[in-house]
């Protein structure tokens, strides 16, 4: 398993950006899955991107265009760039480690990081 701590979030003004990081610690970082969840006041937690070992990228239809994930496997890093924000983009967000896309949500997962868009 691995260890993750998100960082990077805070408060923005809508059409403004952020750059949300995702840091892991443990074995063969490399070789997860590595996704973005975000969860809403009073809503479920809901997919938003997640990226394979291979490069392989998966986006929620609400963030496509807007919104890039990306790893940095030297670094144990993932990162979750979020340009042209709005307000219904407010959330905690989470990070996710896992062997599959489909196992992401019973696998690792850091403490979540809070984004506030105003409008």
């Known amino acids: 398993q691995v260890q993750l701590v998100e960082s990077g979030g805070g408060l923005v003004q809508a059409g403004g950006s952020l750059r949300l990081s995702c840091a892991a610690s443990?074995?063969?970082?490399?070789?997860?899955?590595m996704g973005w969840f975000r969860q809403a006041p009073g809503k479920e937690r809901t997919f938003v991107a997640a990226?394979?070992?291979?490069?392989?990228?998966y986006y929620a239809d609400s963030v496509k265009g807007r919104f890039t994930i990306s790893r940095d496997n030297a670094k144990n890093t993932v990162y979750l760039q979020m340009n042209s924000l709005k307000p219904e983009d407010t959330a905690v967000y989470y990070c996710?480690?896992?062997?599959?896309?489909?196992?992401?949500?019973?696998?690792?997962w850091g403490q979540g990081t809070q984004v506030t868009v105003s409008s």
């Open positions: 443990g074995r063969d970082f490399s070789s997860y899955v």
């Open positions: 990226i394979s070992w291979s490069g392989g990228i």
């Open positions: 996710a480690a896992g062997r599959t896309i489909a196992s992401l949500n019973g696998g690792s």
